[in-house]
């Protein structure tokens, strides 16, 4: 019976700090500072620094790549502009970035 309270105890303290280096990963603090601070001092303090942390300016970027000659175009175009002008039409390929 002890036993099972205390695999369960260790289960929940694993997912929860699990869960803060998660959400950490998406703040300044970042995943790794959560996740030491949440296994060594407990998630409660865990949960203080990562609440306390702001959120981290996300940037999303799409780029237009050109699978034929490899160039990277930041405006759409239906196809190639420098293979349009050796006579080939290819369509581009639409990436998407994250930066921070």
Known sequence: MD???IILFVAFYLF?????????????IGGRKAFLISMFLTPVVGLFFVAGSPRKNLL????????????????YHRSCPSCRKEGVQVRLERKRM???
Do not use: F, N, Q
């Open 3 to 5: 036993r099972d309270i």
């Open 16 to 28: 929860t700090v699990a869960t803060l280096t998660k959400i950490g990963s998406k703040k300044e």
């Open 60 to 75: 999303r970027i799409v780029h237009y790549k050109c699978p034929r000659c490899g160039l990277e175009y930041t405006d």
């Open 98 to 100: 994250k930066t921070y």
